[in-house]
């Protein structure tokens, strides 16, 4: 393995020309565009040869990666924000065809106001289209769990998104450790696609029409490969640690054993998080931090078991869901709802439109928590 400086967007491109797609379609976003970038200076060094589209916008991004993927094509692009909103039209329409295309989001806030910067209003807004959801710290995260989305992608005929925070990990060096070339593509192999549209001897349809009498049949079986993922994804996970030697469990469990206060959080606030207890574990404080690596199909049974021994529990989100509870928060109140052992739960939303939070902050948030006089919801400005 190598040791190089990269930012999270070029551990993607680096993770892209190792695996060597058959198509990219992309279209720039910030701060997603340097992904694409890198990719396309790849292309023209001649480091790879797979068709590279560039669209004229986001919504045709994803209609060629499903025409792509639909032929027996090996496909990815990636994407942020406003990008994201405009393919929305066709992310249930790539589930819905089984085709696993992986894409990679930088993070960014969503229109209006216009911001630039870090929130995941953008992916959460996408959470229930059916594809793959996982949530990378750090830009070696961000290269591992690719090359964890494509395998599987493929192992569930699903599509899968890959998030990183923008900006915080799309724009931040730092040491990433890369396979070698032949380990990618041995650990990856070639796709496989079982129903190819260009199979002309065993011809078949994309996008017909379904009515009642199959529709939901239909979707049952996406249900199904969805709650199939959970079974899945720690298999997938061993293979990977077998080749980097680093663990990609659903969860992390950080510094969790007699913690009497956790906090549920993703991406690269978990840095800081690990932060706040470390310093506050030198204190003598019991707390301890869990951080979400994969979120659809979401791990209820697992969530809810590792917090069975903790008395007070907060979820950072950094994403709102008007009218109703923040997303993170919802899920971990569903994977509650049926345990015997409930702690006391909090929602803290934070860091919208990119703003920072610190690690004074976060402590505030775990005094709180082992106070027992917990406010149920906290926006941390």
Not at 5 to 32: F, K
Not at 322 to 346: C, H, V
Request: hydrophobic share 45%.
């Amino acid at each position: 393995m190598k040791l190089r400086p990269l930012t999270g967007a070029h551990a993607v491109s680096e993770a892209m020309r190792q695996i060597n797609p058959d198509v990219v379609p992309v279209y720039p976003v910030t701060p997603q565009s340097p992904i694409a970038e890198g990719f396309a200076q790849f292309k023209a060094d001649g480091r790879v040869d797979s068709e590279l589209v560039l669209a004229e916008s986001e919504h045709s991004v994803m209609s060629i990666a499903i025409g792509a993927s639909a032929a027996g094509a090996r496909v990815m692009t990636a994407t942020a924000s406003q990008g994201l909103a405009l393919m929305w039209e066709l992310l249930p329409a790539a589930a819905g065809m089984r085709l696993p295309i992986t894409m990679n989001i930088a993070n960014r806030a969503l229109s209006a106001p216009l911001n630039i910067h870090c929130d995941h209003s953008d992916s959460m807004g996408a959470k229930d289209q059916s594809w793959i959801q996982m949530y990378a710290e750090n830009p070696q995260e961000v290269y591992d769990m690719t090359l964890l989305a494509m395998k599987l992608a493929e192992l569930a005929s699903l599509p899968a998104m890959v998030m990183q925070d923008g900006f915080i990990t799309s724009h931040c060096v730092e040491a990433v450790e890369i396979l070698d070339d032949k380990k990618v593509k041995s650990f990856l192999g070639r796709r496989k696609a079982t129903f190819p549209l260009l199979d002309t001897v065993n011809p078949v349809t994309y996008g017909a029409m379904q009515l009642p009498d199959s529709f939901f049949e239909t979707k049952l079986q996406q249900i199904e490969a969805m709650n199939e993922v959970n079974k899945q994804y720690p298999l997938v996970a061993k293979m990977l640690t077998k080749l980097t030697k680093r663990n990609y469990d659903i969860l992390e469990k950080y510094k969790l054993n007699g913690a009497d206060a956790v906090i549920v959080t993703t991406s690269s606030t978990s840095g800081i998080v690990k932060s706040a207890v470390d310093n506050l574990r030198k204190k003598g404080k019991k707390v301890g931090m869990i951080k979400l690596r994969l979120f659809r199909p979401f791990p209820y049974q697992e969530l809810a078991k590792a917090l069975e021994k903790v008395k007070a529990v907060s979820v950072l989100d950094r994403a709102v869901a008007y009218g109703a509870n923040a997303p993170l928060y919802a899920e971990l109140l569903q994977s509650l709802y049926s345990s015997n052992k409930k702690p006391k739960a909090q929602s803290c939303v934070f860091g919208l439109g990119g703003r920072d939070i610190f690690e004074e902050q976060v402590e505030k948030v775990f005094t709180e928590l082992l106070s027992g006089k917990i406010q149920a919801l906290r926006y941390i400005k």
